[in-house]
């Protein structure tokens, strides 16, 4: 039963409560409600989830498009994938690494998903010049072998950032110049102020349809959003 008939169901069980005894309808009514919502917990947790969901909803109105749109090479997965997840991320944040393998078995599991990855450069004072030089990996089309690389450095600072640009397999000089490009930087304050818009504080943030999701939540959490969001 979904939560609309469970509602309506119990609505009319008031009415018929009060209609037999009218001279304590109020009392006798919340009598109702309250036995019906311990009897049924769980439709307090779908009345939260859809509430949720409409904020969620509210929140994305006029952007959600935009934020679905890739800088120019940032994506993982298919490029050309039906089915979006956006996922927010900073080089330094641990909670962004541990999510790696979430990521991968998604990726796995659904060839025509694509991971829009936009650059949150929040926690370090390193975060931007890896996010900066992500972006320039992005267009030589070598994102992900970058994102990989300055992942699996375990740290962020300079002389990691400068080694993933290597074994990613950049053009280096070409690369420092895009990193340092207005284009990139309006991107990156782009993806701040997005983010803040839409009520994410830290990463790494995800956003599957209308769904907005907050943390490493793991890979169960993930797949069922991926999988709301293509309609399945």
Known sequence: ???????????AGIALVGAGAWFGGPVIAGRV????LVTNPEVLTEAMDALQRKQSKAQLAGVKQS??????GAVLGNPNGSVTLVEFTDY????????LPDVA???????NLRIVVREL?????HSPDAARMALAAAEQGKYAQFHDAMFAAGQVDPEAIEAAGKQAGLDMDRARKVAASQVVAQELS???DVAGRLGFSGTPS???????????????QLSQAVSEASGG
């Open 1 to 11: 039963m979904g939560i609309g008939t469970k509602i309506a169901a119990t609505v």
């Open 33 to 36: 409600i309250h036995d019906y």
């Open 67 to 72: 934020v679905e749109t890739p800088f120019p």
């Open 92 to 99: 330094a944040c641990g909670y962004c690494r541990r999510s």
């Open 105 to 111: 078995q998604l990726l796995a599991k659904n060839p």
């Open 121 to 125: 450069p929040i926690i370090s004072p």
């Open 190 to 192: 782009r993806n701040l």
């Open 206 to 220: 995800w956003i599957a349809g209308d769904r907005l999701i907050s943390g490493a939540v793991g890979f169960d």
